[in-house]
C-alpha cells in the first residue's frame, strides 16, 4: 500500500512561483513513476507531468518550459517546481503512482492541494 501526500499549494501572485511536494509511503518508490495532474472547477482532471524510475520527465503542453519535475529517493518525495505562474493554471494539483516497473499511474493519489493564482 502507498499513501501520497502533496503539500505547497497556496496563493500566489501571476508570475510567480511555488514549489509542490507529494511525499510517500509505502515500499518501493524508487521504482515507481509518479505523476502530476490536475483539477480545476468545472473541469476534468488533466495531466501535467510525469517522471519514471529512471528519471525521464514528460510534460503537458500548457506548462512545458515553466513547470519541472523531480524526485528525491532518499526522502521519497517527488516535486513540482512551477515558475511563471499564470491564473489559468489555479487547480487542485494531486499526485499519483503506480506499480513498482511500470510507468502508468493512477492505483494510488493524494488528497490534493490547492493552487489558486490570482492578483
Known amino acids: 500500500q502507498v499513501q501520497l501526500v502533496e503539500s505547497g499549494g497556496g496563493l500566489v501572485q501571476p508570475g510567480g512561483s511555488l514549489r509542490l511536494t507529494c511525499a510517500a509511503s509505502g515500499s518501493s518508490f524508487s521504482l515507481r513513476a509518479l505523476d502530476w495532474y490536475r483539477q480545476a472547477p468545472g473541469e476534468e482532471r488533466e495531466f501535467i507531468a510525469k517522471?519514471?524510475?529512471?528519471?525521464?520527465?514528460y510534460y503537458a503542453d500548457s506548462v512545458k518550459g515553466r513547470f519541472t519535475i523531480s524526485r528525491d529517493n532518499a526522502k521519497n518525495t517527488v516535486y513540482l517546481q512551477m515558475n511563471s505562474l499564470k491564473p489559468e493554471d489555479t487547480a487542485v494539483y494531486y499526485c499519483?503512482?503506480?506499480?513498482?516497473?511500470?510507468?502508468?499511474?493512477?492505483?494510488?493519489w493524494g488528497q490534493g492541494t490547492q493552487v489558486t493564482v490570482s492578483s
Open positions: 517522471i519514471t524510475n529512471i528519471r525521464g520527465t
Open positions: 499519483t503512482t503506480g506499480q513498482p516497473g511500470r510507468a502508468t499511474t493512477g492505483d494510488y
